[in-house]
């Protein structure tokens, strides 16, 4: 019970003599802190509060607009006419006082203010125009409009230095489209898929719906879409991530890796001390809101922030018919496993966030802790890894009072969670393919019951020192995430460093608490509920095909050198690939984001199309190389433009979903809603891009980049294919499946890829140089295969 006397301010003994009182000054010191902090973050998030309000001005611009005034009316002139002599006849102090100058000056003040107000209110909806206008995004480069010219106007309406949430206000409002746009583009998009049989009867649903229940339904969507900011974006959230019952491990979590090639210090306890400490340190500009908004690369179009409101401090909570996310406002801790014991590792002490060495130093206390875990606390996180339902049962039952409940307390309250891991990990040098497979599954189900799945994110450190993270989907999309590791890695290398030694820099504070090791009391029945959970979860991580490509022939500096975009490339390849695996094309999911647009998340690019699907038979077939060229552009073309209908809020799927949300709503049937939604994508893909280039040295350090991340199988059948370009000349790929299947295999899918990007750039090459270039790549190609 040591902790908790520790965590205990004052205690009293009543005696005979009467009451004995003794004070803990170190406790009261740490909660004096505390209350200073809490109280330093609330001045901050007001002021932020203040200065986002009135963004694209500033709060110093109203005394300008005040001296503004005050110097006109100095020159006997009214710029108000007449205003501020109203205001001042109704100030309820006149005749009060003989001080007329003294009401002069407060009306002219006050006019002043109503003034400033509504230059910001004019500059706020100028602005909210300007960032609905998206036509730009379709016209060619180099052909501008003239409503495109204007629009650039957008510039000088964003402000200078805004904060994190300074655009929120100004976003607009994701658009409803029309129902009749939405079933043409879906009708369009899979006819590649049906024949003509299955074609006519899907269009004769498709009228039928669109002519009678649709239009009902659209009705009630637009009243949403007038009361809620984002008609999308809380039943996407609920709908399709918080009620879903099956495990969110592999089937929702996703992975990012580290370095690929390298690795900052081989000892575990540093890499976690300088990366723990990096996590704060973005949380403490999250706070501030220092962190730059995020925007369209290579514009000023601001992307919605909102989901960087959940990073820290959250868990999603298990419930038996839905899950709930829950939001602390703060956390000085994170939850800490290692070799089946849960700690508590405090990360400030008297007020300041610990140094990346003493965090070292506590987290090295850990690991050479020798107590063993407690009865049936080894495997307890393999609770979080199984179906909701049994968490949910089991959370209630075994974990709603007492030692259980507090100690469950400490890790979902925890800004994080972390894992240190006893295996090693990376690229090895004897077998690097294998390395990298193994790799990719450790991230993204480790053991299944050593990571807590439910955290909106948790850190894993591998014995050699090589890190990942796993992140919960629910709360906010990939990206989110892939931009707190950016800042970590990057704060981790080439900011914060390392000794000679490969322990962190600075001194150790050796009056550091000890870490504090949660206890429980794990019954025989939670144990047993225990190791069924850990049964289903073993067996779907064990049904996990994983394989991890670094294609590094060439890269989009060589894509780009065709006139093609790297990412409709990668897009065909899939589309050939999956063609030339299976002679057949499938249901093609590729997610694209709607930040654009206020608390926007993703939609769907529907990349399989008669274009892309035109240009891989011609292929094939064995058509002539001019025309494959011209199918393939006109394939290529054809997916930039859905990409663009996606980010501008005419997508399809988000808009069927949310028809079919109102439908059930309403106890309605709908055949077309019903075969739509269940319609399986058999290739999920997503491309994973580096947000914040300028934080890396590409040029003189290629090899400091992380290796992307990837995420589980969408359908029992298909593959989930996740790829990001690492600067100019490395492509990589994370390919997933599932062994239970046998028409599937990562690897061989993997070969495909290969051959298929190589396959492409010879037909795209401008010259023979570079088409000779491809061919010498072959005979490496053949001998990996």
Same mark, same amino acid.
């Given at each position: 019970m040591a902790e908790a006397h520790q965590a205990v301010a004052f205690q009293f003994t009543v005696t005979p003599e009467g009451i004995d009182l003794r004070l803990s000054h170190q406790a009261l010191s740490e909660i004096y802190l505390s209350g200073v902090r809490s109280w330093k973050k609330r001045i901050i998030r007001i002021k932020n509060s203040v200065i986002t309000g009135v963004y694209p001005a500033s709060p110093s611009s109203w005394l300008f607009v005040v001296i503004a005034i005050l110097a006109?009316? /100095?020159?006997? %002139?009214?710029? %108000?006419?007449?205003?501020?002599?109203?205001?001042?006849?109704?100030?309820?102090?006149?005749?009060?006082?003989?001080?007329?100058?003294?009401?002069?000056?407060?009306?002219?003040?006050?006019?002043?203010?109503? +003034?400033?107000?509504?230059?910001?209110?004019?500059?706020?909806? &100028?602005?909210?125009?300007?960032?609905? /206008?998206?036509?730009?995004m379709f016209e060619q480069h180099g052909k501008m409009s003239t409503t495109t010219k204007i629009w650039a106007l957008v510039r000088i309406f964003s402000g200078r230095k805004p904060l994190l949430y300074s655009y929120q206000g100004s976003l607009p409002n +994701?658009?409803?489209?029309?129902?009749?746009?939405?079933?043409?583009?879906?009708l369009e998009s899979v006819r590649p898929l049906m024949n003509d049989g299955e074609?006519?009867?899907?269009?004769?649903?498709?009228?039928?719906?669109?002519? %009678?229940?649709?239009?009902?339904?659209?009705?009630?969507?637009?009243?949403?879409?007038?009361?809620?900011?984002? /008609?999308?974006?809380?039943?996407?959230?609920?709908?399709?991530?918080?009620?879903?019952?099956?495990?969110?491990?592999?089937?929702?979590?996703?992975?990012?890796?580290?370095?690929?090639? $390298?690795?900052?210090?081989?000892?575990?306890?540093?890499?976690? *001390?300088?990366s723990i400490h990096a996590f704060f340190l973005y949380r403490r500009k999250l706070n501030k809101e220092e962190i730059k908004p995020s925007r369209i690369p290579g514009t000023v179009i601001p992307l919605c922030a909102a989901q960087c409101e959940r990073i820290f401090n959250t868990t999603r909570i298990p419930g038996e018919e839905t899950d709930t996310v829950q939001h602390w406002k703060d956390s000085d801790y994170v939850a800490v496993y290692h070799k089946g014991r849960y700690f508590r590792l405090k990360v400030y002490q008297a007020g300041r966030l610990l140094s990346p060495r003493e965090i070292e130093f506590q987290i090295q206390r850990i690991l050479d802790d020798p107590a063993p875990p407690s009865k049936g606390e080894a495997k307890l996180g393999a609770l979080t890894a199984a179906d909701r339902v049994s968490w949910a049962e089991a959370r209630v039952k075994y974990f709603s009072s007492g030692i259980n409940k507090r100690s469950l307390d400490v890790i979902e309250r925890a800004a994080f969670f972390v894992t240190l891991d006893d295996e090693e990990q990376g690229t090895m040098r004897d077998d690097q393919p294998a390395s990298l497979d193994n790799y990719a599954k450790s991230l993204l189900h480790g053991k299944c019951y050593d990571r807590w799945f439910d955290k909106s994110f948790s850190v894993i450190y591998y014995k050699n020192g090589k890190?990942?993270? #796993?992140?919960?989907?629910?709360?906010?999309?990939?990206?989110?995430?892939?931009? $707190?590791?950016?800042?970590?890695?990057?704060?981790?290398?080439?900011?914060?460093?390392? #000794?000679?030694?490969?322990?962190?820099?600075?001194?150790?504070?050796?009056?550091?608490?000890?870490?504090?090791? @949660?206890?429980?009391?794990?019954?025989?029945? &939670?144990?047993?509920?225990?190791?069924?959970?850990?049964?289903?979860?073993?067996?779907?991580?064990?049904?996990?095909?994983?394989? $991890?490509?670094?294609?590094?022939?060439?890269?989009?500096?060589?894509?780009?050198?065709?006139?093609?975009?790297?990412?409709?490339?990668?897009?065909?390849?899939?589309?050939?690939?999956?063609?030339?695996?299976? *002679?057949?094309?499938?249901?093609?999911?590729?997610?694209?984001?709607?930040?654009?647009?206020r608390e926007g998340r993703t939609e769907t690019v529907r990349s399989c199309t008669n274009e892309s699907s035109a240009f891989v038979r011609a292929l094939e077939n064995g058509e002539p190389a001019d025309v494959c060229r011209r199918l393939f552009r006109g394939a290529s073309e054809k997916h930039q433009q859905l990409y663009r209908m996606a980010m501008t809020g005419a997508g399809i799927d988000r808009h069927l979903f949310c028809l079919y949300v109102v439908s059930k709503y309403l106890g309605l049937e709908s055949p077309? @809603?019903?075969?739509v939604l269940a319609e399986p994508w058999r290739l999920s893909t997503s491309q994973t891009s580096i947000q914040q280039v300028e934080l890396f040295d590409l040029a003189n350090h290629p090899e400091y980049i992380s290796c992307g991340g990837g995420f589980g199988p969408v359908a029992d059948d298909g593959y989930g294919v996740s790829y990001n370009f690492i600067g100019? =000349?490395?492509? =990589?790929?994370?390919?997933?499946?599932?062994?239970?299947?046998?028409?599937?295999?990562?690897?061989?899918?993997?070969?495909?890829?290969?051959?298929? $990007?190589?396959?492409?750039?010879?037909?795209?090459?401008?010259n023979q140089k570079e088409s000779n270039k491809t061919e010498e790549s072959q005979p490496k190609v053949k001998k990996e295969q």
């Amino acid at each position: 019970m040591a902790e908790a006397h520790q965590a205990v301010a004052f205690q009293f003994t009543v005696t005979p003599e009467g009451i004995d009182l003794r004070l803990s000054h170190q406790a009261l010191s740490e909660i004096y802190l505390s209350g200073v902090r809490s109280w330093k973050k609330r001045i901050i998030r007001i002021k932020n509060s203040v200065i986002t309000g009135v963004y694209p001005a500033s709060p110093s611009s109203w005394l300008f607009v005040v001296i503004a005034i005050l110097a006109t009316m /100095y020159t006997r %002139s009214d710029p %108000s006419m007449g205003i501020i002599a109203k205001i001042q006849e109704h100030l309820p102090v006149r005749g009060c006082s003989p001080h007329v100058h003294t009401y002069g000056l407060v009306s002219a003040v006050l006019f002043s203010t109503m +003034l400033w107000l509504l230059l910001i209110f004019t500059m706020r909806l &100028c602005l909210k125009q300007l960032l609905s /206008y998206h036509r730009w995004m379709f016209e060619q480069h180099g052909k501008m409009s003239t409503t495109t010219k204007i629009w650039a106007l957008v510039r000088i309406f964003s402000g200078r230095k805004p904060l994190l949430y300074s655009y929120q206000g100004s976003l607009p409002n +994701l658009p409803v489209p029309a129902i009749k746009d939405t079933v043409k583009r879906y009708l369009e998009s899979v006819r590649p898929l049906m024949n003509d049989g299955e074609y006519e009867r899907m269009t004769k649903l498709a009228t039928e719906f669109e002519s %009678s229940l649709g239009n009902r339904l659209q009705w009630y969507l637009k009243l949403k879409a007038l009361w809620a900011s984002n /008609y999308v974006s809380d039943w996407w959230e609920e709908y399709v991530y918080l009620r879903g019952r099956s495990p969110i491990m592999v089937n929702s979590n996703y992975y990012g890796m580290d370095f690929l090639y $390298v690795t900052p210090t081989p000892i575990q306890a540093a890499r976690a *001390g300088n990366s723990i400490h990096a996590f704060f340190l973005y949380r403490r500009k999250l706070n501030k809101e220092e962190i730059k908004p995020s925007r369209i690369p290579g514009t000023v179009i601001p992307l919605c922030a909102a989901q960087c409101e959940r990073i820290f401090n959250t868990t999603r909570i298990p419930g038996e018919e839905t899950d709930t996310v829950q939001h602390w406002k703060d956390s000085d801790y994170v939850a800490v496993y290692h070799k089946g014991r849960y700690f508590r590792l405090k990360v400030y002490q008297a007020g300041r966030l610990l140094s990346p060495r003493e965090i070292e130093f506590q987290i090295q206390r850990i690991l050479d802790d020798p107590a063993p875990p407690s009865k049936g606390e080894a495997k307890l996180g393999a609770l979080t890894a199984a179906d909701r339902v049994s968490w949910a049962e089991a959370r209630v039952k075994y974990f709603s009072s007492g030692i259980n409940k507090r100690s469950l307390d400490v890790i979902e309250r925890a800004a994080f969670f972390v894992t240190l891991d006893d295996e090693e990990q990376g690229t090895m040098r004897d077998d690097q393919p294998a390395s990298l497979d193994n790799y990719a599954k450790s991230l993204l189900h480790g053991k299944c019951y050593d990571r807590w799945f439910d955290k909106s994110f948790s850190v894993i450190y591998y014995k050699n020192g090589k890190s990942g993270i #796993n992140g919960e989907h629910s709360w906010a999309d990939a990206p989110v995430v892939a931009h $707190v590791w950016e800042y970590v890695l990057a704060t981790d290398s080439f900011q914060l460093g390392y #000794n000679e030694e490969g322990h962190c820099k600075g001194e150790v504070d050796a009056s550091l608490p000890q870490p504090q090791k @949660l206890n429980w009391e794990i019954s025989p029945e &939670c144990e047993e509920q225990i190791s069924r959970s850990l049964a289903v979860a073993q067996a779907l991580a064990d049904d996990v095909d994983f394989h $991890v490509l670094s294609f590094r022939d060439f890269g989009k500096g060589q894509i780009k050198k065709c006139k093609v975009s790297p990412d409709a490339f990668i897009q065909m390849t899939l589309q050939l690939a999956y063609y030339r695996e299976r *002679g057949t094309f499938c249901l093609t999911y590729e997610a694209s984001m709607t930040r654009l647009f206020r608390e926007g998340r993703t939609e769907t690019v529907r990349s399989c199309t008669n274009e892309s699907s035109a240009f891989v038979r011609a292929l094939e077939n064995g058509e002539p190389a001019d025309v494959c060229r011209r199918l393939f552009r006109g394939a290529s073309e054809k997916h930039q433009q859905l990409y663009r209908m996606a980010m501008t809020g005419a997508g399809i799927d988000r808009h069927l979903f949310c028809l079919y949300v109102v439908s059930k709503y309403l106890g309605l049937e709908s055949p077309f @809603l019903k075969e739509v939604l269940a319609e399986p994508w058999r290739l999920s893909t997503s491309q994973t891009s580096i947000q914040q280039v300028e934080l890396f040295d590409l040029a003189n350090h290629p090899e400091y980049i992380s290796c992307g991340g990837g995420f589980g199988p969408v359908a029992d059948d298909g593959y989930g294919v996740s790829y990001n370009f690492i600067g100019e =000349n490395v492509i =990589n790929f994370h390919i997933s499946c599932k062994h239970s299947c046998p028409s599937t295999d990562a690897h061989k899918f993997g070969d495909q890829i290969r051959k298929a $990007v190589n396959d492409l750039l010879q037909l795209l090459s401008p010259n023979q140089k570079e088409s000779n270039k491809t061919e010498e790549s072959q005979p490496k190609v053949k001998k990996e295969q």
